[in-house]
């Protein structure tokens, strides 16, 4: 129940600052910004500080910004026509610093996951700024006494025992030396998965057949390794930079597939806010980094999804600032509601679509 309250809180948390960083922007140049609201109406309460209306409201599926002019709101009024008379590129930064918080964001969370440690295969040898450090299985063969005992990718081996022997496990050679001396014999094993720890009992083979053993597995040694307050910001940039490229070329070749008659790649899937919750808890269950960094990604895609020029999104109303930046004069404001509002209405539907999907497979 924690987990479903922390993943809600964060899916949310995004949200808001993403339309936090659209209300500083506008704040920054002095145009006016009529509400801020964290969730939507019906309202709990608010309260008026200086020209804004700070509001709480009953439904928690993100924020609002309002500001008077960029749907089409209240063209007529003073408002509107301040915000219609600034710059482009002051309108176009506004729109804008809401997607670049979630880079921000990312960044930001990855600093902290590279300070906290970032899971990375070591030797047996290695000690140094190393935290969690485990023997984890990669791989079980077909019909090895680990894939019938249950065991799977992931797993970690904790400990080996038989008869009053007891050999807590913390490097790959020993794991190698246990079982090598003991083959064909049954022996018990301790392993943690997630936040699970269980013993199994199985018996070894009697050959060791090439890297995978008498167990029937492959194994690394694997640890968190943590950076200094200097080098993790440094990491958690460039990460999100590169984690920006793989978002984009993962899509390009999503759409390449689809469009050229490949269908959907092996592997992808479309998920909504169930499937995302779903995932978030799966990673809340491994560890507090690999939840940061899916938080990260997160919003790595958020960003990449609101740039993209579909109306209704970010991208969308920057084509439009465009459009009026090359012909001289404002778009019409109804046209262009209509057209978000049209877009807008589709995405929902899309949304549910996969919302249902995503129920579903819970079940």
Do not use: C
């Given at each position: 129940?924690?987990?479903?309250?922390?993943?809600?809180?964060?899916?949310?948390?995004?949200l808001v600052l993403h339309e936090l960083?659209?209300?500083l922007i506008a704040k920054y140049f002095?145009?006016?910004?009529?509400?801020?609201?964290?969730?939507?109406?019906?309202?709990?309460?608010?309260?008026?500080?200086?020209?804004?209306?700070?509001?709480?409201?009953?439904?928690?599926?993100?924020?609002?910004?309002?500001?008077?002019?960029?749907?089409?709101?209240?063209?007529?009024?003073?408002?509107?026509?301040?915000?219609?008379?600034?710059?482009?590129?002051?309108?176009?930064?506004?729109?804008?610093?809401?997607?670049?918080?979630?880079?921000?964001?990312?960044?930001?969370?990855?600093?902290?996951?590279?300070?906290?440690?970032?899971?990375?295969?070591?030797?047996?040898?290695?000690?140094?700024?190393?935290?969690?450090?485990?023997?984890?299985?990669?791989?079980?063969?077909?019909?090895?006494?680990?894939?019938?005992?249950?065991?799977?990718?992931?797993?970690?081996?904790?400990?080996?025992?038989?008869?009053?022997?007891?050999?807590?496990?913390?490097?790959?050679?020993?794991?190698?030396?246990?079982?090598?001396?003991?083959?064909?014999?049954?022996?018990?094993?301790?392993?943690?998965?997630?936040?699970?720890?269980?013993?199994?009992?199985?018996?070894?083979?009697?050959?060791?057949?090439?890297?995978?053993?008498?167990?029937?597995?492959?194994i690394v040694r694997t640890a968190d390794?943590?950076?200094?307050?200097?080098?993790?910001?440094?990491?958690?940039?460039?990460?999100?930079?590169?984690?920006?490229?793989?978002?984009?070329?993962?899509?390009?070749?999503?759409?390449?597939?689809?469009?050229?008659?490949?269908?959907?790649?092996?592997?992808?899937?479309?998920?909504?806010?169930?499937?995302?919750?779903?995932?978030?808890?799966?990673?809340?269950?491994?560890?507090?980094?690999?939840?940061?960094?899916?938080?990260?990604?997160?919003?790595?895609?958020?960003?990449?999804?609101?740039?993209?020029?579909?109306?209704?999104?970010?991208?969308?109303?920057?084509?439009?600032?465009?459009?009026?930046?090359?012909?001289?004069?404002?778009?019409?404001?109804?046209?262009?509601?209509?057209?978000?509002?049209?877009?807008?209405?589709?995405?929902?539907?899309?949304?549910?679509?996969?919302?249902?999907?995503?129920?579903?497979?819970?079940?």
């Amino acid at each position: 129940m924690i987990t479903i309250i922390i993943t809600i809180v964060s899916i949310v948390g995004l949200l808001v600052l993403h339309e936090l960083g659209h209300f500083l922007i506008a704040k920054y140049f002095k145009i006016k910004v009529e509400e801020f609201g964290v969730g939507y109406p019906p309202k709990i309460f608010g309260k008026k500080i200086g020209e804004t209306i700070y509001s709480l409201n009953w439904l928690p599926f993100g924020a609002f910004v309002k500001i008077p002019g960029p749907d089409g709101e209240g063209e007529e009024t003073e408002d509107a026509k301040d915000y219609e008379g600034r710059p482009a590129w002051q309108k176009a930064a506004v729109l804008l610093g809401g997607v670049v918080s979630f880079w921000i964001i990312a960044a930001i969370l990855l600093t902290i996951v590279f300070s906290m440690g970032v899971p990375r295969a070591i030797s047996d040898t290695e000690t140094e700024n190393l935290v969690n450090v485990k023997v984890q299985i990669l791989a079980t063969s077909p019909d090895s006494p680990a894939r019938l005992a249950g065991l799977k990718s992931g797993d970690v081996i904790s400990e080996f025992r038989i008869g009053d022997l007891v050999v807590p496990i913390e490097t790959v050679l020993e794991v190698q030396e246990f079982t090598k001396e003991h083959k064909g014999e049954e022996i018990i094993i301790l392993i943690n998965r997630a936040e699970e720890s269980f013993e199994s009992s199985l018996v070894l083979r009697a050959d060791s057949p090439g890297e995978e053993g008498s167990l029937g597995v492959i194994i690394v040694r694997t640890a968190d390794r943590s950076y200094s307050w200097k080098e993790a910001p440094i990491l958690g940039i460039k990460a999100t930079g590169d984690l920006t490229v793989q978002v984009i070329l993962g899509w390009f070749n999503v759409l390449k597939s689809l469009f050229t008659g490949g269908g959907m790649p092996d592997g992808v899937q479309f998920v909504g806010p169930i499937g995302i919750g779903s995932l978030l808890n799966q990673a809340a269950k491994i560890g507090v980094n690999y939840f940061l960094q899916f938080i990260a990604m997160l919003a790595i895609y958020l960003a990449v999804l609101n740039i993209l020029p579909i109306p209704a999104l970010d991208g969308g109303r920057l084509v439009f600032l465009a459009v009026e930046k090359i012909k001289g004069s404002p778009i019409n404001k109804k046209i262009e509601q209509r057209v978000n509002g049209t877009v807008f209405l589709i995405l929902l539907l899309l949304m549910a679509f996969v919302t249902i999907k995503d129920v579903s497979n819970l079940f």
